[in-house]
């Protein structure tokens, strides 16, 4: 069972001059390895998970979190790209691009439980869904003209703003928040961009698009 407490930010954060706030209840490695304390340094991650720490292997503080990512995010985006190369518009590359990223940075995560690793976890998933805001631009008469700027403006300032009270006072429970809202407006965008059939008269991607919302 892992044991829930309360402590301050760690020192390294406090010097990037943030509040003192308190952290969230945070997990504390179980099996003999201590509350804080692994491989990769002292856990310091704002927000942790129901795995226990270094339970499985001593160098991946949540192994099958850790794992997960290769076939979830890293395999998938490298193979998009592979297969993809050139033919595809620079905004879905992106998106290939930053699945694999988001790989990384979660395996890395989830490895060390370190704060640092923590926003190149989330960091690239907040930027993974504004990428598919932007994506759809122009497909669709909602996502032209001045509502595709409207589409831009809302999104960037939602993840800027979730992003700086999530950081800035600790509150974690302001990033799932923050990210929920914005997957909300992508659906809601894709929703109408894929009601019309493509140009082989198929409805795949409004199929898909359903087929998304029911997982979620």
Not at 50 to 68: D, G, H, I, R, V
Not at 187 to 214: N, R, T
């Amino acid at each position: 069972q892992a044991i829930l407490f309360q402590s301050p930010l760690p020192p390294r954060v406090r010097r990037l001059r943030f509040p003192r706030a308190q952290r969230p209840a945070m997990a504390a490695a179980s099996a003999g390895t201590g509350a804080a304390a692994g491989y990769w340094g002292e856990i310091d991650a704002m927000h942790q998970f129901c795995e226990s720490k270094y339970a499985t292997s001593p160098y991946l503080a949540e192994f099958w979190n850790s794992l997960s990512n290769i076939p979830c995010f890293i395999l998938p985006g490298l193979y998009c790209l592979w297969r993809g190369g050139d033919r595809y518009d620079l905004r879905i590359r992106i998106l290939w691009w930053l699945m694999v990223l988001v790989g990384i940075g979660s395996f890395m995560f989830h490895a060390t439980m370190r704060f640092k690793w923590e926003m190149l976890d989330e960091i690239p998933m907040v930027l993974l869904v504004l990428g598919g805001v932007f994506s759809k631009d122009d497909a669709s008469s909602l996502t032209k003209g001045w509502t595709k700027h409207f589409f831009h403006v809302l999104a960037v300032t939602v993840a800027i703003v979730g992003m700086y009270v999530y950081i800035s006072g600790g509150n974690y429970e302001m990033f799932p928040l923050m990210f929920a809202i914005l997957v909300v407006l992508d659906l809601a965008i894709s929703v109408v961009a894929a009601w019309q059939p493509d140009q082989h008269g198929s409805h795949a991607a409004w199929g898909c698009i359903v087929a998304y919302m029911v997982t979620i």
